[in-house]
T-cell receptor, first 114, second 116 residues
């Protein structure tokens, strides 16, 4: 069964450094999403992406974040200058369409900022 | 802004018994979607069941069913004949039906423990 994959599974970085989290969505899906889950808290929506541009974004998704689909398969989340509070699990998801369509989640990348 | 509330941080049920997980939400929209996602210890979230707000009939998927009360803005999940593999975090989630790729709004989750 096709699945969303994410790399790396765990990333440790120093405060102020740039990190890129990578995701490979399911191949025939058109919508892509990033979520984060700070330890012990709820999963929070960051951004959605469709047709090579941002479709929706939350208040969390400020100027230090960016997303890109550099080729036909990868979908990346870049954090330009990491802060301690960026430490979280980051989940990528994809769906065939919007609305009621199921979002398929990847296993997540645990980002630790020291 | 939409909010989703899960008031039960943890629930415990004996294997083969039935358990109900609660979820309430707040929205000013009339058309939307509701979901229950399961997050096992491996942490990959999977969809358990979904409900379109315009449908009055409660969704059912095998041992999983929902009680959708639109006026009360309530969306509970019933798991019948609980199995050890049902042990996980369960998240209730909401999505607008707008044309954009709306993100899901999640509740804080309920940790379901299955007692053998």
């Amino acid at each position: 069964e096709p699945e969303v994959t994410q790399t790396p599974s765990h990333q440790v970085t120093q405060m102020g450094q740039e990190v890129i989290l990578r995701c490979v969505p399911i191949s025939n899906h058109l919508y892509f999403y990033w979520y984060r889950q700070i330890l012990g808290q709820k999963v929070e929506f960051l951004v959605s992406f469709y047709n090579n541009e941002i479709s929706e974004k939350s208040e969390i998704f400020d100027d230090q974040f960016s997303v890109e689909r550099p080729d036909g398969s990868n979908f990346t989340l870049k954090i330009r200058s990491t802060k301690l509070e960026d430490s979280a699990m980051y989940f990528c998801a994809s769906s065939e369409s919007a609305g009621s369509y199921e979002q398929y989640f990847g296993p997540g990348t645990r980002l630790t900022v020291t | 802004a939409q909010t989703v509330t899960q008031s039960q941080p943890e629930m415990s049920v004996q294997e083969a018994e039935t358990v109900t997980l609660s979820c309430t939400y707040d929205t000013s929209e009339s058309d939307y979607y509701l979901f229950w996602y399961k997050q096992p210890p491996s942490r990959q979230m999977i969809l358990v069941i979904r409900q379109e707000a315009y449908k009055q009939q409660n969704a059912t998927e095998n041992r999983f069913s929902v009680n959708f009360q639109k006026a009360a803005k309530s969306f509970s999940l019933k798991i019948s004949d609980s199995q050890l593999g049902d042990a996980a975090m369960y998240f209730c989630a909401y999505s607008d039906s707008g044309g954009g790729a709306d993100g899901l709004t999640f509740g804080k989750g309920t940790h379901l423990i299955i007692q053998p």
